[in-house]
Nanobody, 125 residues
Framework: QVQLVESGGGLAQAGGSLRLSCAASGRTISTYGMGWFRQAPGKERAFVASISWNGGNTDYTDSVKGRFTISRDNAKNTVYLEMNNLKPEDTAVYYC??????????????????WGQGTQVTVSS
């Protein structure tokens, strides 16, 4: 069983940066596709970014392209989300997720097998 714990959330000003981390335990995630999702108040959980098992393929929702970068360090069993030029509309709870699919591009939330508890990101204008 994979356990995922997100960290790095907090309060940032518009234009600022935050780096989220997702630390996995229980087993290695080196063969898992990984994703970041977010859920704003009153909205459904939505895809943000994904990365394939070896980091070779990444995917982003249009609203974060050029601002967010997903990466992974399989030796540390950790996935990251670097968020730059933050906007108030980025405010949400951010979740890390793992799927047994090597390349998680275009996968929906129900195709991910393991989820973290989430970390709050708040961007002030």
């Amino acid at each position: 069983q994979v356990q995922l714990v997100e960290s790095g959330g907090g309060l940032a000003q518009a234009g600022g940066s935050l780096r989220l981390s997702c630390a996995a335990s229980g087993r290695t995630i080196s063969t898992y596709g990984m994703g970041w999702f977010r859920q704003a108040p009153g909205k459904e959980r939505a895809f943000v970014a994904s990365i394939s098992w070896n980091g070779g393929n990444t995917d982003y929702t249009d609203s974060v392209k050029g601002r967010f970068t997903i990466s992974r360090d399989n030796a540390k069993n950790t996935v990251y989300l670097e968020m730059n030029n933050l906007k108030p509309e980025d405010t949400a709870v951010y979740y890390c997720a793992a799927t047994i699919r090597f390349d998680p591009r275009r996968l929906g939330t129900n195709e991910y097998n393991h989820w973290g508890q989430g970390t709050q990101v708040t961007v002030s204008s």
